[in-house]
């Protein structure tokens, strides 16, 4: 009996899951849950590496599908769940991982960045929450897990808005676990740190960057997306299951640090 044999998963932004590659958390995720027993539908905007990554999972004898899905649609997530349910039959399990940053200082974002930032953050979180509940009610309960950031814990020289996306993940969740406790389903964040992934691909290789990240990191080195990938599961378990509401940071030490 394998952890999450019978259950599917919704992963959104899980799109770096091609084997040989380097993958993000919602990849690392995905192989993990399919591996336990799960089925997993992989929903992202980067359509053609999210193809390449289903095609491996099938090929590897898993029981995976890939969806178009910009969390910011409405209508992409209406037309999401509904795609899961009819080629699946239930949904017990979804993992929010999309985020995009601001690079500038607050003075120098315009309003549109700023927007873009908290859409695909707290209005993605919102519209998933929302179109999923119902539908995981139905499969007699279920979890869901925001990827937030550390971020949502600190200021910095850039990124305001990201930063403030992050935190309102962080409750949102608060919010999402009280009003859906009574619906079996549990709500969750997870806070990682600095993790080599597509997403700081640019950083990790930048070597003056990549260190001062790594002196700030009491573990001093960067994470790996698995170890990010660990945590998210665990909160989808049944290991898990009087966990509701709250934060896991998986940052190496940074905001322990801080404090
Ligand atoms: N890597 C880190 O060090 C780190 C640390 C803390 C938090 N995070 C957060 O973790 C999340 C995942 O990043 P990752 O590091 O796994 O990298 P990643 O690049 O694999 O994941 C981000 C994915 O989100 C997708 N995406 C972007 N906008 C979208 C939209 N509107 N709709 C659907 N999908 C969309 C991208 O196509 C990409 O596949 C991000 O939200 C990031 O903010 C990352």
Redesign the pocket.
Known sequence: MSRFDGKVALI??A??AVEGELM????RAAWRMLREGGSVVIA???DERGEKSVAQMRDAGLDAAYLH????SEGDWSAAVNATVSQFGRLDILIN?????DRDSIINTDADTWQTVMD?SSR?MFLGSKTVAPTMQKSGGGAIVN?A???ARYGGQYGAAYSSSRAAIVAFGGSAAVQFAPMGIRVNSVL????H????DALFNDSDASQTRINRTPLKRWGE?EEIAAGILFLCSDDASFITGTELVIDGGVTAALQ
Do not use: E, K, Y
């Open positions: 959104t932004g799109a770096s993000g958390f919602g990849g992202d905007i980067a899905l910009d969390v910011t991982v999309p985020g995009t940053s695909v993605g990827v950031s550390m971020a990682p740190g600095w993790t992934t597509p997403f700081t997306p």
